[in-house]
């Protein structure tokens, strides 16, 4: 039975995405203060999640895949002089910050404009 690198690596990639997904959906529900109980608090609150998790997810994901280019290439030289894990982690903080932050900047915009749990003075 041939075992397939490829396919390995695809699963890897899927759980890492998934079990960060899962990591920020929970951390979010755990730690973030409560919404109101109204319809766009409950909605704003599974947006919240469904993002945090989302921008959580892909970074497991880069940094996995950063990890597993960084065994492939750890000897090698990029034309520049610098060494490639260098290059790999630079540009894994790049992809970090261009995708993740619009991710976190639009959960955070979410989580600030929807109606909090506290009661309203009377």
């Known amino acids: 039975m041939q075992y ?7 699963w890897l990639i899927v759980v890492a995405a998934v079990g960060g997904f899962a990591v920020g959906a929970y ?3 755990r730690y973030a203060p409560a919404l ?3 319809r766009e ?3 704003a609150g599974l947006v919240t999640c ?3 998790g ?32 260098s290059v790999l982690v630079h540009n894994l903080i790049v992809a970090l910050a261009s995708q993740n932050a619009p ?3 639009l959960a955070a915009l979410v989580y600030l404009l929807a109606p909090d749990g506290r009661e309203a003075p009377a």
Do not use: K
Not at 54 to 79: E, F, K, P, W
């Open 4 to 10: 397939d690198t490829g396919q390995a690596t695809l």
């Open 50 to 52: 469904a993002l945090v």
């Open 27 to 29: 951390v979010t529900v």
């Open 103 to 105: 991710l976190l900047a």
């Open 36 to 38: 109101a109980r109204t």
């Open 41 to 43: 608090g409950v909605v």
């Open 54 to 85: 989302a921008a959580l997810g892909l970074a497991a994901m880069n940094v996995y895949v950063t990890i597993a280019d960084t065994r492939g290439s750890a000897a090698n030289q990029v034309a520049t002089g610098a060494d490639a894990t």
